[in-house]
């Protein structure tokens, strides 16, 4: 999945400190969610991972806070329906983990996959939530789950 971050969030003008391209977890994504509370799901096209997206607690908010995080499709695997399936799986993770609600941030120009959070049920909201780190992310999103 370090792979398919790194190749998405360019396309973005999403590089450096202040997005999730330059958290630590991106290097060891399968140590980061084998803790309670975390699940990270992949989406593999031909044998080979393409995408994928998990939640986990939101750091620096409530316990009843989960965040949606590092969803990234590869190009081959956008409009394939896959972004709405794995949003269907990681929102039901976090329901059986007891979240009261989903947070998530992204940035102007992630237009589709906005449009995929509000089509989930996500609303927009003004500010950003927790302590994510990501201070490059101008949009916020929340969802009662």
Do not use: Q
Request: glycine letters at 14%; hydrophobic letters at 45%.
């Amino acid at each position: 999945m370090a792979d398919v971050i790194r190749t998405v969030m360019p396309e973005f003008g999403a590089t450096g400190s202040g997005f999730a391209i330059a958290d630590p977890e991106v290097d060891w994504m399968s140590r980061a969610y084998a803790e309670p509370r975390h699940a990270y799901f992949v989406f593999e096209l031909e044998g080979r991972v393409v995408g994928g997206g998990g939640v986990a607690p939101l750091a620096g908010a409530d316990d009843g806070t989960c965040e949606l995080r590092k969803m990234y499709f590869l190009r081959e695997a956008r409009g394939l329906g896959a972004g709405a399936a794995l949003m269907a799986r990681c929102l039901e993770a976090a329901r059986g983990f007891g979240f009261a609600h989903c947070y998530l941030e992204t940035l102007t120009g992630m237009d589709a996959a906005m449009r995929l959070y509000e089509r989930s049920g996500f609303r927009r909201i003004d500010a950003p939530m927790g302590a994510t780190g990501h201070g490059g992310c101008n949009r916020f999103y929340l969802l009662a789950l």
